[in-house]
């Protein structure tokens, strides 16, 4: 419905607050992804400043409470760490989305899953299966017998799509975690 003051010579539209909430979901999801990569980026420079040396970073969570790859005790994360852990996986070849990635050279990138840069890389292609996912899910029309409890309903939604969202990421071999390890390792 448009609404049209033009005493004032105001004009705007009135709606729901839908589109509004939308685009500010959408800007703070751009802003955590944005904010993944650099972080990755600064990771693997500081890799390759200094590779002999572990950087020491300041939190307020004691290393007793951490239990492994920057995860709290009991965290609730089934995560991508220990997802490869034999040899064959330290020199894999590139498969799905990069599997006709080479470098100038034209030889084919060596991608080494068992690193904490290619789990960070699956763990940014999981956002952004979460994002496609979250995307299909609005489309869905719900029934009268599925609004009993939305808040519950909500949250199990949400949960069972994360968990979706990771078995995607581990099983469907798009290579978008392989294409952004390829970037980031400086292999292109």
């Given at each position: 419905?448009a609404?049209?003051?033009?005493g004032?010579?105001i ?6 607050g839908k ?8 800007q703070s999801?751009a ?5 993944m990569?650099q972080?990755m980026?600064n990771k693997?420079?500081m890799?390759?400043a ?7 970073s300041t939190s307020?969570v ?7 790859n ?5 965290d609730?994360?089934m ?6 852990t034999?040899?064959?996986?330290k020199?894999s070849?590139p498969?799905g989305f990069?599997?006709?990635a080479?470098n100038?050279k034209?030889?084919?990138?060596v991608i ?9 890389s699956?763990e ?15 489309s869905?029309?719900h029934t009268s ?6 808040y519950?309903?909500?949250m199990y939604?949400d949960?069972?799509?994360?968990n979706?969202?990771e078995s995607?990421?581990?099983n469907?071999?798009?290579g978008?975690?392989?294409q ?5 390792s400086?292999?292109?």
């Open positions: 419905m609404l049209g003051i033009s004032l010579g004009t705007g539209t009135l709606s729901d589109a509004a909430s939308d685009t500010t979901m959408l999801e802003k955590k992804f944005a904010s990569v972080d980026q693997r420079a890799e390759i200094s590779p002999l040396s572990k950087s020491s307020s004691s290393s007793s409470q951490i239990s492994k920057h995860r709290l005790n009991g609730y994360t995560g991508f760490y220990d997802t490869y034999s040899e064959k996986d020199t070849r498969q990069a599997a006709n080479s100038s034209g030889k084919t990138p080494d899953r068992t690193s904490d840069l290619y789990v960070q699956m940014m292609e999981n956002y952004m299966v979460k994002m496609m996912l979250s995307s299909m899910r609005e869905v029309q017998l599925s609004e009993g409890n939305d519950a309903r909500k939604d949960m069972m799509y994360d979706l969202a995607m990421t581990k469907a071999g798009f978008l975690a392989d952004i390890y390829i970037e980031l400086g292999q292109r």
